[in-house]
């Protein structure tokens, strides 16, 4: 197993792909880790923490769809998913070019 610092940034880093293409924020990380889990040293974890963010932000997404409906709670709440998904993959990324494990808050334990 070897040691690829690089290529656990850039697995933080896919998540945003979706700003440039409106999708893949789920599909490119998820790729990258069902690839490479078994030759890159933590990326296992790394991929997991990463997957387990972008459910939980869909899961969040969807529960926005009806508080839409109440005062605009749902609009507020797409607004701060999105901050958060552009914010934590940066953050995270830098963490893991230094080494450290990564933090994704309001997560969900879909894989373990």
């Known amino acids: ?13 896919s998540q945003l792909v979706s700003l440039l293409t409106g999708f893949g924020s789920l599909l490119v990380p998820l790729i990258i880790w069902a690839t490479q889990k ?7 974890i ?4 990463i997957i387990n963010f972008q459910l939980s932000l869909i899961v969040y997404c969807i529960i926005c769809i009806p508080l839409i409906l109440l005062f ?14 552009v914010i934590y993959p940066v ?4 963490k893991a070019s230094n080494g450290e ?10 894989i373990n």
């Open 91 to 94: 953050v995270n990324a830098i």
């Open 38 to 44: 078994g030759n890159v040293y933590q990326m296992d």
């Open 72 to 85: 605009g709670l749902g609009l507020l709440g797409f607004v701060f998913l999105g901050i958060i998904g």
């Open 1 to 13: 197993m070897r040691e690829d610092k690089q290529l656990i940034v850039i697995t933080h880093l």
């Open 101 to 110: 494990t990564p933090n994704y808050p309001f997560s969900f334990n879909f």
């Open 46 to 49: 790394h991929g997991k923490r």
